[in-house]
T-cell receptor, first 117, second 111 residues
Framework: GAVVSQHPSWVICKSGTSVKIECRSL??????MFWYRQFPKQSLMLMAT?????????EQGVEKDKFLINHASLTLSTLTVTSAHPEDSSFYICSARPDSSGANVLTFGAGSRLTVL | QKEVEQDPGPLSVPEGAIVSLNCTYS??????FMWYRQYSRKGPELLMY????GNKEDGRFTAQVDKSSKYISLFIRDSQPSDSATYLC???????????FGAGTRLTVKP
């Protein structure tokens, strides 16, 4: 089945630094990938839709200059949290579905836990 | 009214019990209905999905969709402690960007 790999699985950084999280589709191509944020005991909150070769589409209230998304190839999307602050600490999850699939069903990565000190 | 409603629980059952998890929705355009299992500090794992109405069975898990009532269910038979997790329902139309998630139900299966 479709596999999505996310790296790193956890990261700790100092306030003011930038952190990059990678999302890779291992065995399929994905023109579109999605980035979510999840707070403890809450459901997934869609942050943005990552589109290969074009600009990401951000959900209302998500700062595009804070959360930079790059989708440089059909198998890789990156989320960079710029000038991170403690309030950016969260669980970030990406998802994708194969371009070849006719079903609108997403596969998720294992998530990346960011802690900003 | 939210597009997808799911009781967050928590739900606690003894080992071996039959578990019933449910979601309701309001958007009649939804065609794909998914159930994900999420363990603590992990990403959601797709358990099964159904297209349009009907039932689908996979081992101890059965998914049911009733589009006329806008109601979906996941049944877990012979529940095991390893089934303890949060279960998220999700649904979408054929549009790539309109997937909606329930709040997730936290399930604990006690030995």
């Amino acid at each position: 089945g479709a596999v999505v790999s996310q790296h790193p699985s956890w990261v700790i950084c100092k306030s003011g630094t930038s952190v990059k999280i990678e999302c890779r589709s291992l065995d399929f191509q994905a023109t579109t990938m999605f980035w979510y944020r999840q707070f403890p005991k809450q459901s997934l909150m869609l942050m943005a839709t990552s589109n290969e070769g074009s600009k990401a589409t951000y959900e209302q209230g998500v700062e595009k200059d804070k959360f930079l998304i790059n989708h440089a190839s059909l198998t890789l999307s990156t989320l960079t949290v710029t000038s991170a602050h403690p309030e950016d600490s969260s669980f970030y999850i990406c998802s994708a579905r194969p371009d070849s699939s006719g079903a609108n069903v997403l596969t998720f990565g294992a998530g990346s836990r960011l802690t900003v000190l | 009214q939210k597009e997808v409603e799911q009781d967050p629980g928590p739900l606690s059952v003894p080992e071996g019990a039959i578990v019933s998890l449910n979601c309701t929705y309001s958007n009649s355009a939804f065609q794909y209905f998914m159930w994900y299992r999420q363990y603590s500090r992990k990403g959601p794992e797709l358990l099964m999905y159904t297209y349009s109405s009907g039932n689908k069975e996979d081992g101890r898990f059965t998914a049911q969709v009733d589009k006329s009532s806008k109601y979906i269910s996941l049944f877990i038979r012979d529940s095991q402690p390893s089934d303890s997790a949060t279960y998220l329902c999700a649904m979408s139309s054929t549009n790539n960007n309109d997937m909606r998630f329930g709040a997730g139900t936290r399930l604990t299966v006690k030995p």
